[in-house]
């Protein structure tokens, strides 16, 4: 079934919307990602709605979102998260961008969230032999550090995603915070 994915990186659903989102969400979308929202998920033509799942929210936007959930029931839970849902069957050539917009415009410009960046300390635990395993999970161990956090970082593969004690998995989340920083200065 085109457009039946589960979960992609943003990335890649970025650079290749006509793959995976259906044409009634797109703009939907780039709106949501205009202000660093990112989605995770989004409906199918074999959907009774229209929704878009999104990923982690900055703590105004969950304010927000929460706020809204109890006035309109457009914010809430879709397939895989907290969302927005319109209840429109998705079919081709029925504009719902306009619905969806409405409820986006609700929404903050954001920095990127977790789901877009790792801690030193989890970095050392994925990208380094700097961890112990304590209860069958690794954890942090700074004993066994030999060199400094930004060190360890310049020798790995992340040396140009590393900024404000942050980690950026790729170089899309780390552009998207220098335009946050750039904007709020």
């Not at 929202?37 to 074999?46: A, P, Q, S």
């Not at 986006?104 to 990208?127: A, K, P, R, T, W």
């Amino acid at each position: 079934m085109r457009y039946g994915y589960g979960k992609v990186d943003m990335m890649e659903v970025m650079n290749n919307i006509e793959k995976y989102i259906i044409p009634e969400n797109r703009e939907a979308c780039k709106l949501l990602w205009s202000k660093n929202i990112f989605t995770i998920m989004c409906n199918n033509y074999d959907n009774e709605e229209s929704w878009i799942t999104l990923s982690t929210l900055s703590e105004e936007n969950q304010k927000i979102f929460d706020n809204m959930s109890k006035k309109n029931k457009c914010f809430g839970y879709t397939f895989g998260g907290i969302g927005l849902i319109i209840p429109i069957k998705p079919c081709k050539g029925v504009d719902i961008y306009s619905n969806f917009k409405e409820l986006i415009d609700n929404f903050c410009y954001q920095d990127v969230q977790n789901d877009g960046y790792m801690s030193l300390e989890e970095f050392m635990i994925y990208y380094t032999d700097c961890y112990k395993v304590m209860d069958g999970k690794r954890v942090f161990d700074e004993k066994k550090m030999k060199r400094t956090y930004e060190e360890y970082v310049y020798d790995s593969e992340f040396r140009d995603l590393y900024i404000d004690n942050k980690i950026y998995y790729n170089k899309m989340y780390y552009d998207k915070h220098i335009e946050y920083k750039n904007i709020n200065l």
